[in-house]
């Protein structure tokens, strides 16, 4: 049996092995412990903590990288923030010299409109929006309407750029570039109806979760968002179609027969009085093709019974009318609008006046000889006429020269 000093050292040597150990691993040169120690054990106890813990690395103490990460992150959005204003100030630039180029057109183009309703004229254009109001067309209240739209963008993305050069590159939003009258632009009304609407469906789910409603169109019409507003609206409608089907099956049970969607009020029964107008209208289209042998096609706007397609196709055939007088009246002043800016009209004196006036007179020259030698070899074919014709037209004369007289 061992002595009892030999024992005394054995536990001496456990103990600093069991120090040693507690050390080692509290100090984390190991990482987080992989392993789990007895439930009442304090060294080998599990925490939720030693994970989140960063990791250890080679030549680094604790806490160096968690450092490097934030100062990583904060050189990146610096980055991110200087370009940005970078971006907001180029935006600037670029939307002064949009503005005063605008400006200055719109300037020339009212001085050119005043000028002609002094002459007691109308000024040339080019654009459809340009004409006017007797004038302008579909195409130009369509462009009309866009460019004040693009107008409104623009001007709301120089509030938010000069508000992010004022933040020194601090990212605004549409929803927060506000103009000095309070009002948001085209962007930044979008952005409010996407959010309110998403705010709606949040909120009313929150509810329905809150107060365990099941469908959402069952909540309150306070409480009620988009998604319960769809779902009333489409079950509405398919009640609508199931009340008029159960109507019909009674009326079709009472009379002994087979009652027509159309005899009952409905949606089937109106798309079924569509579906038969336009079939109708085609029968009476045919007869009118019968009684017209000479006729190869009969239009449906031209037919005794017009019917839904006839009268769309009058309605595109007005479009198209006027879509077509525009064009025309748009071209007769493009025409206008070259021939005031032509250089020979402009400055005849001046170098490009000078090159047109060449141009022009060696272009025209053998169109010019070409009509005088079709009217000299005219004449030379011509005959004297003869003494009937000439005693008319000397009596035409003087029945001129009377009524000359006479006024």
Request: proline letters at 5%; aromatic letters at 4%.
């Amino acid at each position: 049996m061992p002595s009892r000093s030999a024992n005394r050292c054995h536990l001496l040597a456990s103990t600093s092995v069991l120090f040693l150990s507690t050390h080692v691993i509290s100090s984390g040169a190991f990482g987080p412990t992989s392993a789990c120690g007895t439930r009442n054990s304090p060294l080998f106890e599990c925490r939720s903590t030693a994970l989140k813990e960063p990791p250890f690395q080679l030549g680094m103490r604790e806490g160096e990288s968690t450092d490097l990460e934030v100062s990583s992150s904060e050189e990146s959005k610096e980055v991110k923030n200087s370009s940005l204003l970078r971006l907001a100030q180029l935006s600037l630039e670029d939307y002064k010299w949009r503005s005063s180029l605008f400006k200055s057109k719109e300037a020339d183009r009212k001085v050119e409109e005043s000028l002609a309703r002094m002459m007691g004229d109308e000024a040339a254009y080019v654009r459809p929006m340009d004409a006017s109001d007797e004038k302008i067309g579909p195409l130009g209240l369509l462009e009309k309407s866009s460019v004040d739209w693009l107008t409104n963008v623009i001007e709301e993305e120089a509030r938010r750029a000069k508000e992010i050069v004022r933040l020194g590159g601090m990212m605004v939003r549409p929803i927060e570039a506000v103009s000095s009258e309070g009002e948001l632009g085209p962007l930044g009304l979008v952005e409010k109806e996407f959010v309110d609407f998403l705010d709606k469906i949040r909120n009313s789910e929150r509810e329905r979760s809150r107060t365990m409603t099941l469908r959402p169109k069952d909540l309150e019409e306070s409480k009620r968002g988009p998604l319960g507003e769809a779902e009333l609206a489409a079950v509405a409608a398919i009640r609508e179609v199931l009340d008029s089907e159960k109507l019909r099956m009674e009326q079709s049970k009472a009379r002994e027969g087979i009652v027509r969607p159309i005899d009952v009020p409905g949606p089937l029964g109106d798309f079924e009085m569509t579906v038969l107008e336009v079939v109708r209208a085609e029968q009476q289209r045919k007869l009118d093709k019968e009684e017209n042998p000479g006729t190869i096609f009969v239009r449906p706007k031209d037919s005794t019974r017009k019917g839904p397609l006839g009268e769309l196709e009058e309605q595109a055939v007005e479009a198209v009318k006027r879509l077509t007088d525009e064009e025309k009246e748009r071209l007769r002043n493009i025409q206008r609008f070259l021939d005031e800016i032509r250089p020979m009209e402009q400055d005849k004196a001046s170098l490009l006046g000078i090159i047109e006036a060449i141009t022009v007179g060696i272009l025209r020259a053998p169109i010019l000889l070409f009509q005088i030698f079709v009217r000299v070899k005219e004449l030379l074919e011509s005959e004297t006429l003869a003494e009937a014709d000439a005693t008319i037209l000397k009596r035409r004369e003087k029945m001129e020269d009377v009524k000359k007289q006479s006024k």
